[in-house]
Structures are given as C-alpha cells and as structure tokens.
C-alpha cells in the first residue's frame, strides 16, 4: 500500500511506522470545559512548555492519577499542535472511580502525570472511509475525519448518542458538513447499519469505536466484508471463559530465564514477580501497553487491541490477559 508521504499534512501514515510510546511527562492542566452532559474536555500542556511527543489520529494517552490509578483517554485534538492534548473524559458513576477523580480533581493549574502516546487504532490510508462513532467514542473518530477531510478522500460518519445533550462536540462535527449524520436514539433509536453496511463496498474502510453493543452489531454487519476493512476500537475487555485454563512455561530471550506460569496467574504477575519490567497500564487487554514480541511458540489471544489479523499472525501478545496455547511460549524478554 502506498503511504501518504507527508503525514503532518495529512495524518495518515503506515500503521507499522508508529512507535508504542512509553514516554511519561509531567503536564499541566491549561483549560478545562463541559463539552457535553457527563463529559468534561480536559486540555493539557507541558509544565516547562516544550513540545509534546508527536501523535497520529486513533491514539491514546495514560493519565496518571492517585495512588498510581491509570486510564487511557484518546486524543481527540488537532495533531499538528505539538504544545498541547485534548482529551475528553465521561464521567462514570459505576466505574472504577477514574472519571470521577477527573470531573472532581482536574481543574486548571492541576498538574498530571501523562505517558504515551500509544497508537493501536491507526488510521490506514484509503480512498473511502465510512465512520461510526457511539457515544464518548467518538474521541478518537473526530481526528480522524479532519484527517480523512484534508487528505480528499470520501468519507462519511455516523454519529450516535443517548440524545444530542449526551453528545461531545456537535459544533465542531456539524462544521464539517452533510457528510456527518447525527442519530441521537432518543429521536431516531439505533443507528441504522443494515443501510450502512448492508452492501460490502471494495476500498472502503470503516472505523467504529463506541460502547460494545454497537460494536458488535458492527462487526455482525460487516462479517462478509473484505479481510481487513473493519477497524474497532474498544474501552472495554472481552469476557473469557478461564474454567479451562492450564498452567505452561515462559522462556525470557533476554534474560536467559524460564518461569512456569499456572492456570490462575497471567505471565505479566509471573515476570513482574522474576522481577522483568514490563510497561503495564489497564492489566485488562485494552490499551497495549504490555505488549511483546512472541519468538517461538502460539499465543492465546484475549485483548481487544490487536485486530483479528495481526491475532493470526502472532508476532506479539498482551500478556496481562493472552496465555500459550502451547506447552511453551519463548518471548523476547
């Protein structure tokens, strides 16, 4: 596939160039504003102003909270601004307190700690893109289409929400044109997919992220289009039967160890114990911190971060969740 050749023109890049940042920071929270019911916009510069790592459409960013509480929000700014982030946060009452401690904590003048960015959601190039956003998860979409808008290819995006009070950044999104679709469910109810997806369209590529219904209706609507043209991204881990489970050994290149992992431990509190650092965030299969190169061995894939093709591939597991499906995995650590 031939790759756009100026990326801060157009932000769309070959996925395989982007780096799993690790970087961490101390910034400064420089603005701070209700963009919806229940979402607050969280604006975030360097406390000594310089630069910010550079990032693409579709990445994500930690914050570090508390008592060493990490989340992952997406960047939803402009990514030719180098001096500041964009992030906006749902506030979540049956969480596990992480919006909550940013509605309540974060004003003007907090200082953070941010690490990243990551980028596990890229947005690959193509003539025709069709996008689907349901409620926060329109966070990473919305660099997205600017993207898609300045490159001059054809797009369109779907956008859902309990109702338009619930919904972040109608203004801007409206600016945009006819090429963007509201479609609060109070009014209109689910979004219409059937129409959407019903027909597989060669060269289009659809991106959708959003609450889990609506991704698996998704992906249910898009099972007989060409391999590799639906990208998700999900905030929330898969439920896994682990009755099964049985315990199998974890050779370290690097470190010339082999540790035995049981049924009930993960191979991250396995190598975390042997004393290996791994980068770690959600512990959960979500945000890609922990991932790492499989050098011998098949992997039992249970993150939601890699795409069923690069699952099939096997070159690198989430080992905060994913297990052997072998009696031996030797991994570059």
């Not at 219409?192 to 597989?200: A, R, V, W, Y």
């Not at 991204?233 to 160890?257: K, P």
């Not at 993150?303 to 070159?315: H, I, M, N, T, Y």
């Amino acid at each position: 596939m031939t790759m756009v050749q100026d990326p801060l023109h157009s932000h769309i890049v070959d996925p395989g160039d982007l780096p799993i940042g690790d970087a961490s920071l101390l910034a400064v929270v420089a603005g701070r504003r209700d963009v919806a019911r229940g979402v607050v916009e969280i604006v975030l510069e360097s406390v000594d102003g310089v630069d910010l790592p550079a990032w693409e459409p579709g990445a994500h960013i930690d914050l570090v909270l508390a008592d060493g509480l990490i989340r992952q929000y997406s960047l939803c700014g402009d990514p030719g601004d180098r001096r500041s982030y964009r992030v906006a946060v749902l506030l979540e009452p049956e969480g596990r307190g992480g919006s909550r401690r940013i509605h309540e904590q974060l004003d003007v003048g907090s200082r953070i700690e941010v690490r990243g960015p990551r980028n596990h959601f890229p947005l690959h190039q193509s003539a025709r893109y069709v996008f689907i956003a349901g409620g926060i998860g329109v966070t990473p979409i919305l660099p997205m289409v600017r993207a898609a808008e300045r490159a001059g290819a054809d797009w369109r995006l779907v956008y859902g929400g309990r109702s338009e009070e619930s919904m972040a950044y109608l203004d801007e999104l409206g600016a945009l044109g006819d090429r963007v679709t509201f479609w609060p469910a109070d009014r209109n109810g689910l979004i219409d997919l059937e129409t959407l997806l019903g027909t597989p369209a060669e060269g289009t590529l659809i991106y959708s992220c959003g609450p889990e219904p609506l991704l698996s209706a998704v992906e249910e609507h898009c099972s007989t289009w060409p391999t590799g043209a639906l990208n998700l991204e999900r905030f929330s881990a898969v439920e896994v039967d682990t009755s099964a489970d049985t315990g199998f050994d974890v050779e370290l290149r690097q470190t010339g160890t082999t540790l035995h992992v049981d049924e009930d431990q993960t191979i991250l509190e396995v190598v975390t114990e042997a004393g290996v650092y791994v980068s770690t965030s959600c512990t959960e299969g979500t945000c890609g911190s922990c991932e790492t190169t499989i050098l011998e061995g098949r992997a039992e894939h249970r993150d939601v971060v890699l795409s069923p093709e690069e699952q099939e591939e096997g070159k690198t597991m989430m080992i905060c969740v994913s297990r052997a499906a072998c009696p031996r995995l030797v991994l570059d650590l």
